[in-house]
């Protein structure tokens, strides 16, 4: 059994940043890529950044130069910190993970909402 915690979304006014946070924990043997998803109300879950097992990160063109993706030491716990914030950043946010060789996993989600 695996488990995706995330945690670090709210409201805060344009300009602004928020740093969220996705731990995972459990039988995990091999961890490769983590990611960080985002959805709209009656859109599809895009993906905003990812990181490899050798921490090389890409991102999408919308948040190129104001997010950022890291992991911590361990590797199980990853950030992604937002800067100048925008009201078309309001989503759903979702951690994804690959591992065990193929397996992977999504967190809960958690809400950042950019408004003034």
């Known amino acids: 059994q695996v488990q995706l915690v995330e945690s670090g979304g709210g409201l805060v006014q344009p300009g602004r940043s928020l740093r969220l946070s996705c731990a995972a924990s459990?039988?995990?043997?091999?961890?490769?890529?983590m990611g960080w998803y985002r959805q709209v109300p009656g859109g599809q879950r895009d993906l905003v950044a990812q990181?490899?097992?050798?921490?090389?990160?890409t991102y999408a063109d919308p948040v190129k130069g104001r997010f950022t993706m890291s992991r911590d030491g361990s590797g199980r716990t990853v950030y992604l910190q937002m800067n100048n914030l925008k009201p078309e950043d309001t989503a759903v946010y979702y951690c994804?993970?690959?591992?065990?060789?193929?397996?992977?996993?999504w967190g809960q989600g958690t809400q950042v909402t950019v408004s003034s």
């Open positions: 994804k993970m690959n591992y065990n060789y193929g397996r992977e996993y």
């Open positions: 990181i490899f097992h050798n921490r090389t990160t």
């Open positions: 459990g039988s995990i043997f091999t961890l490769d890529t």
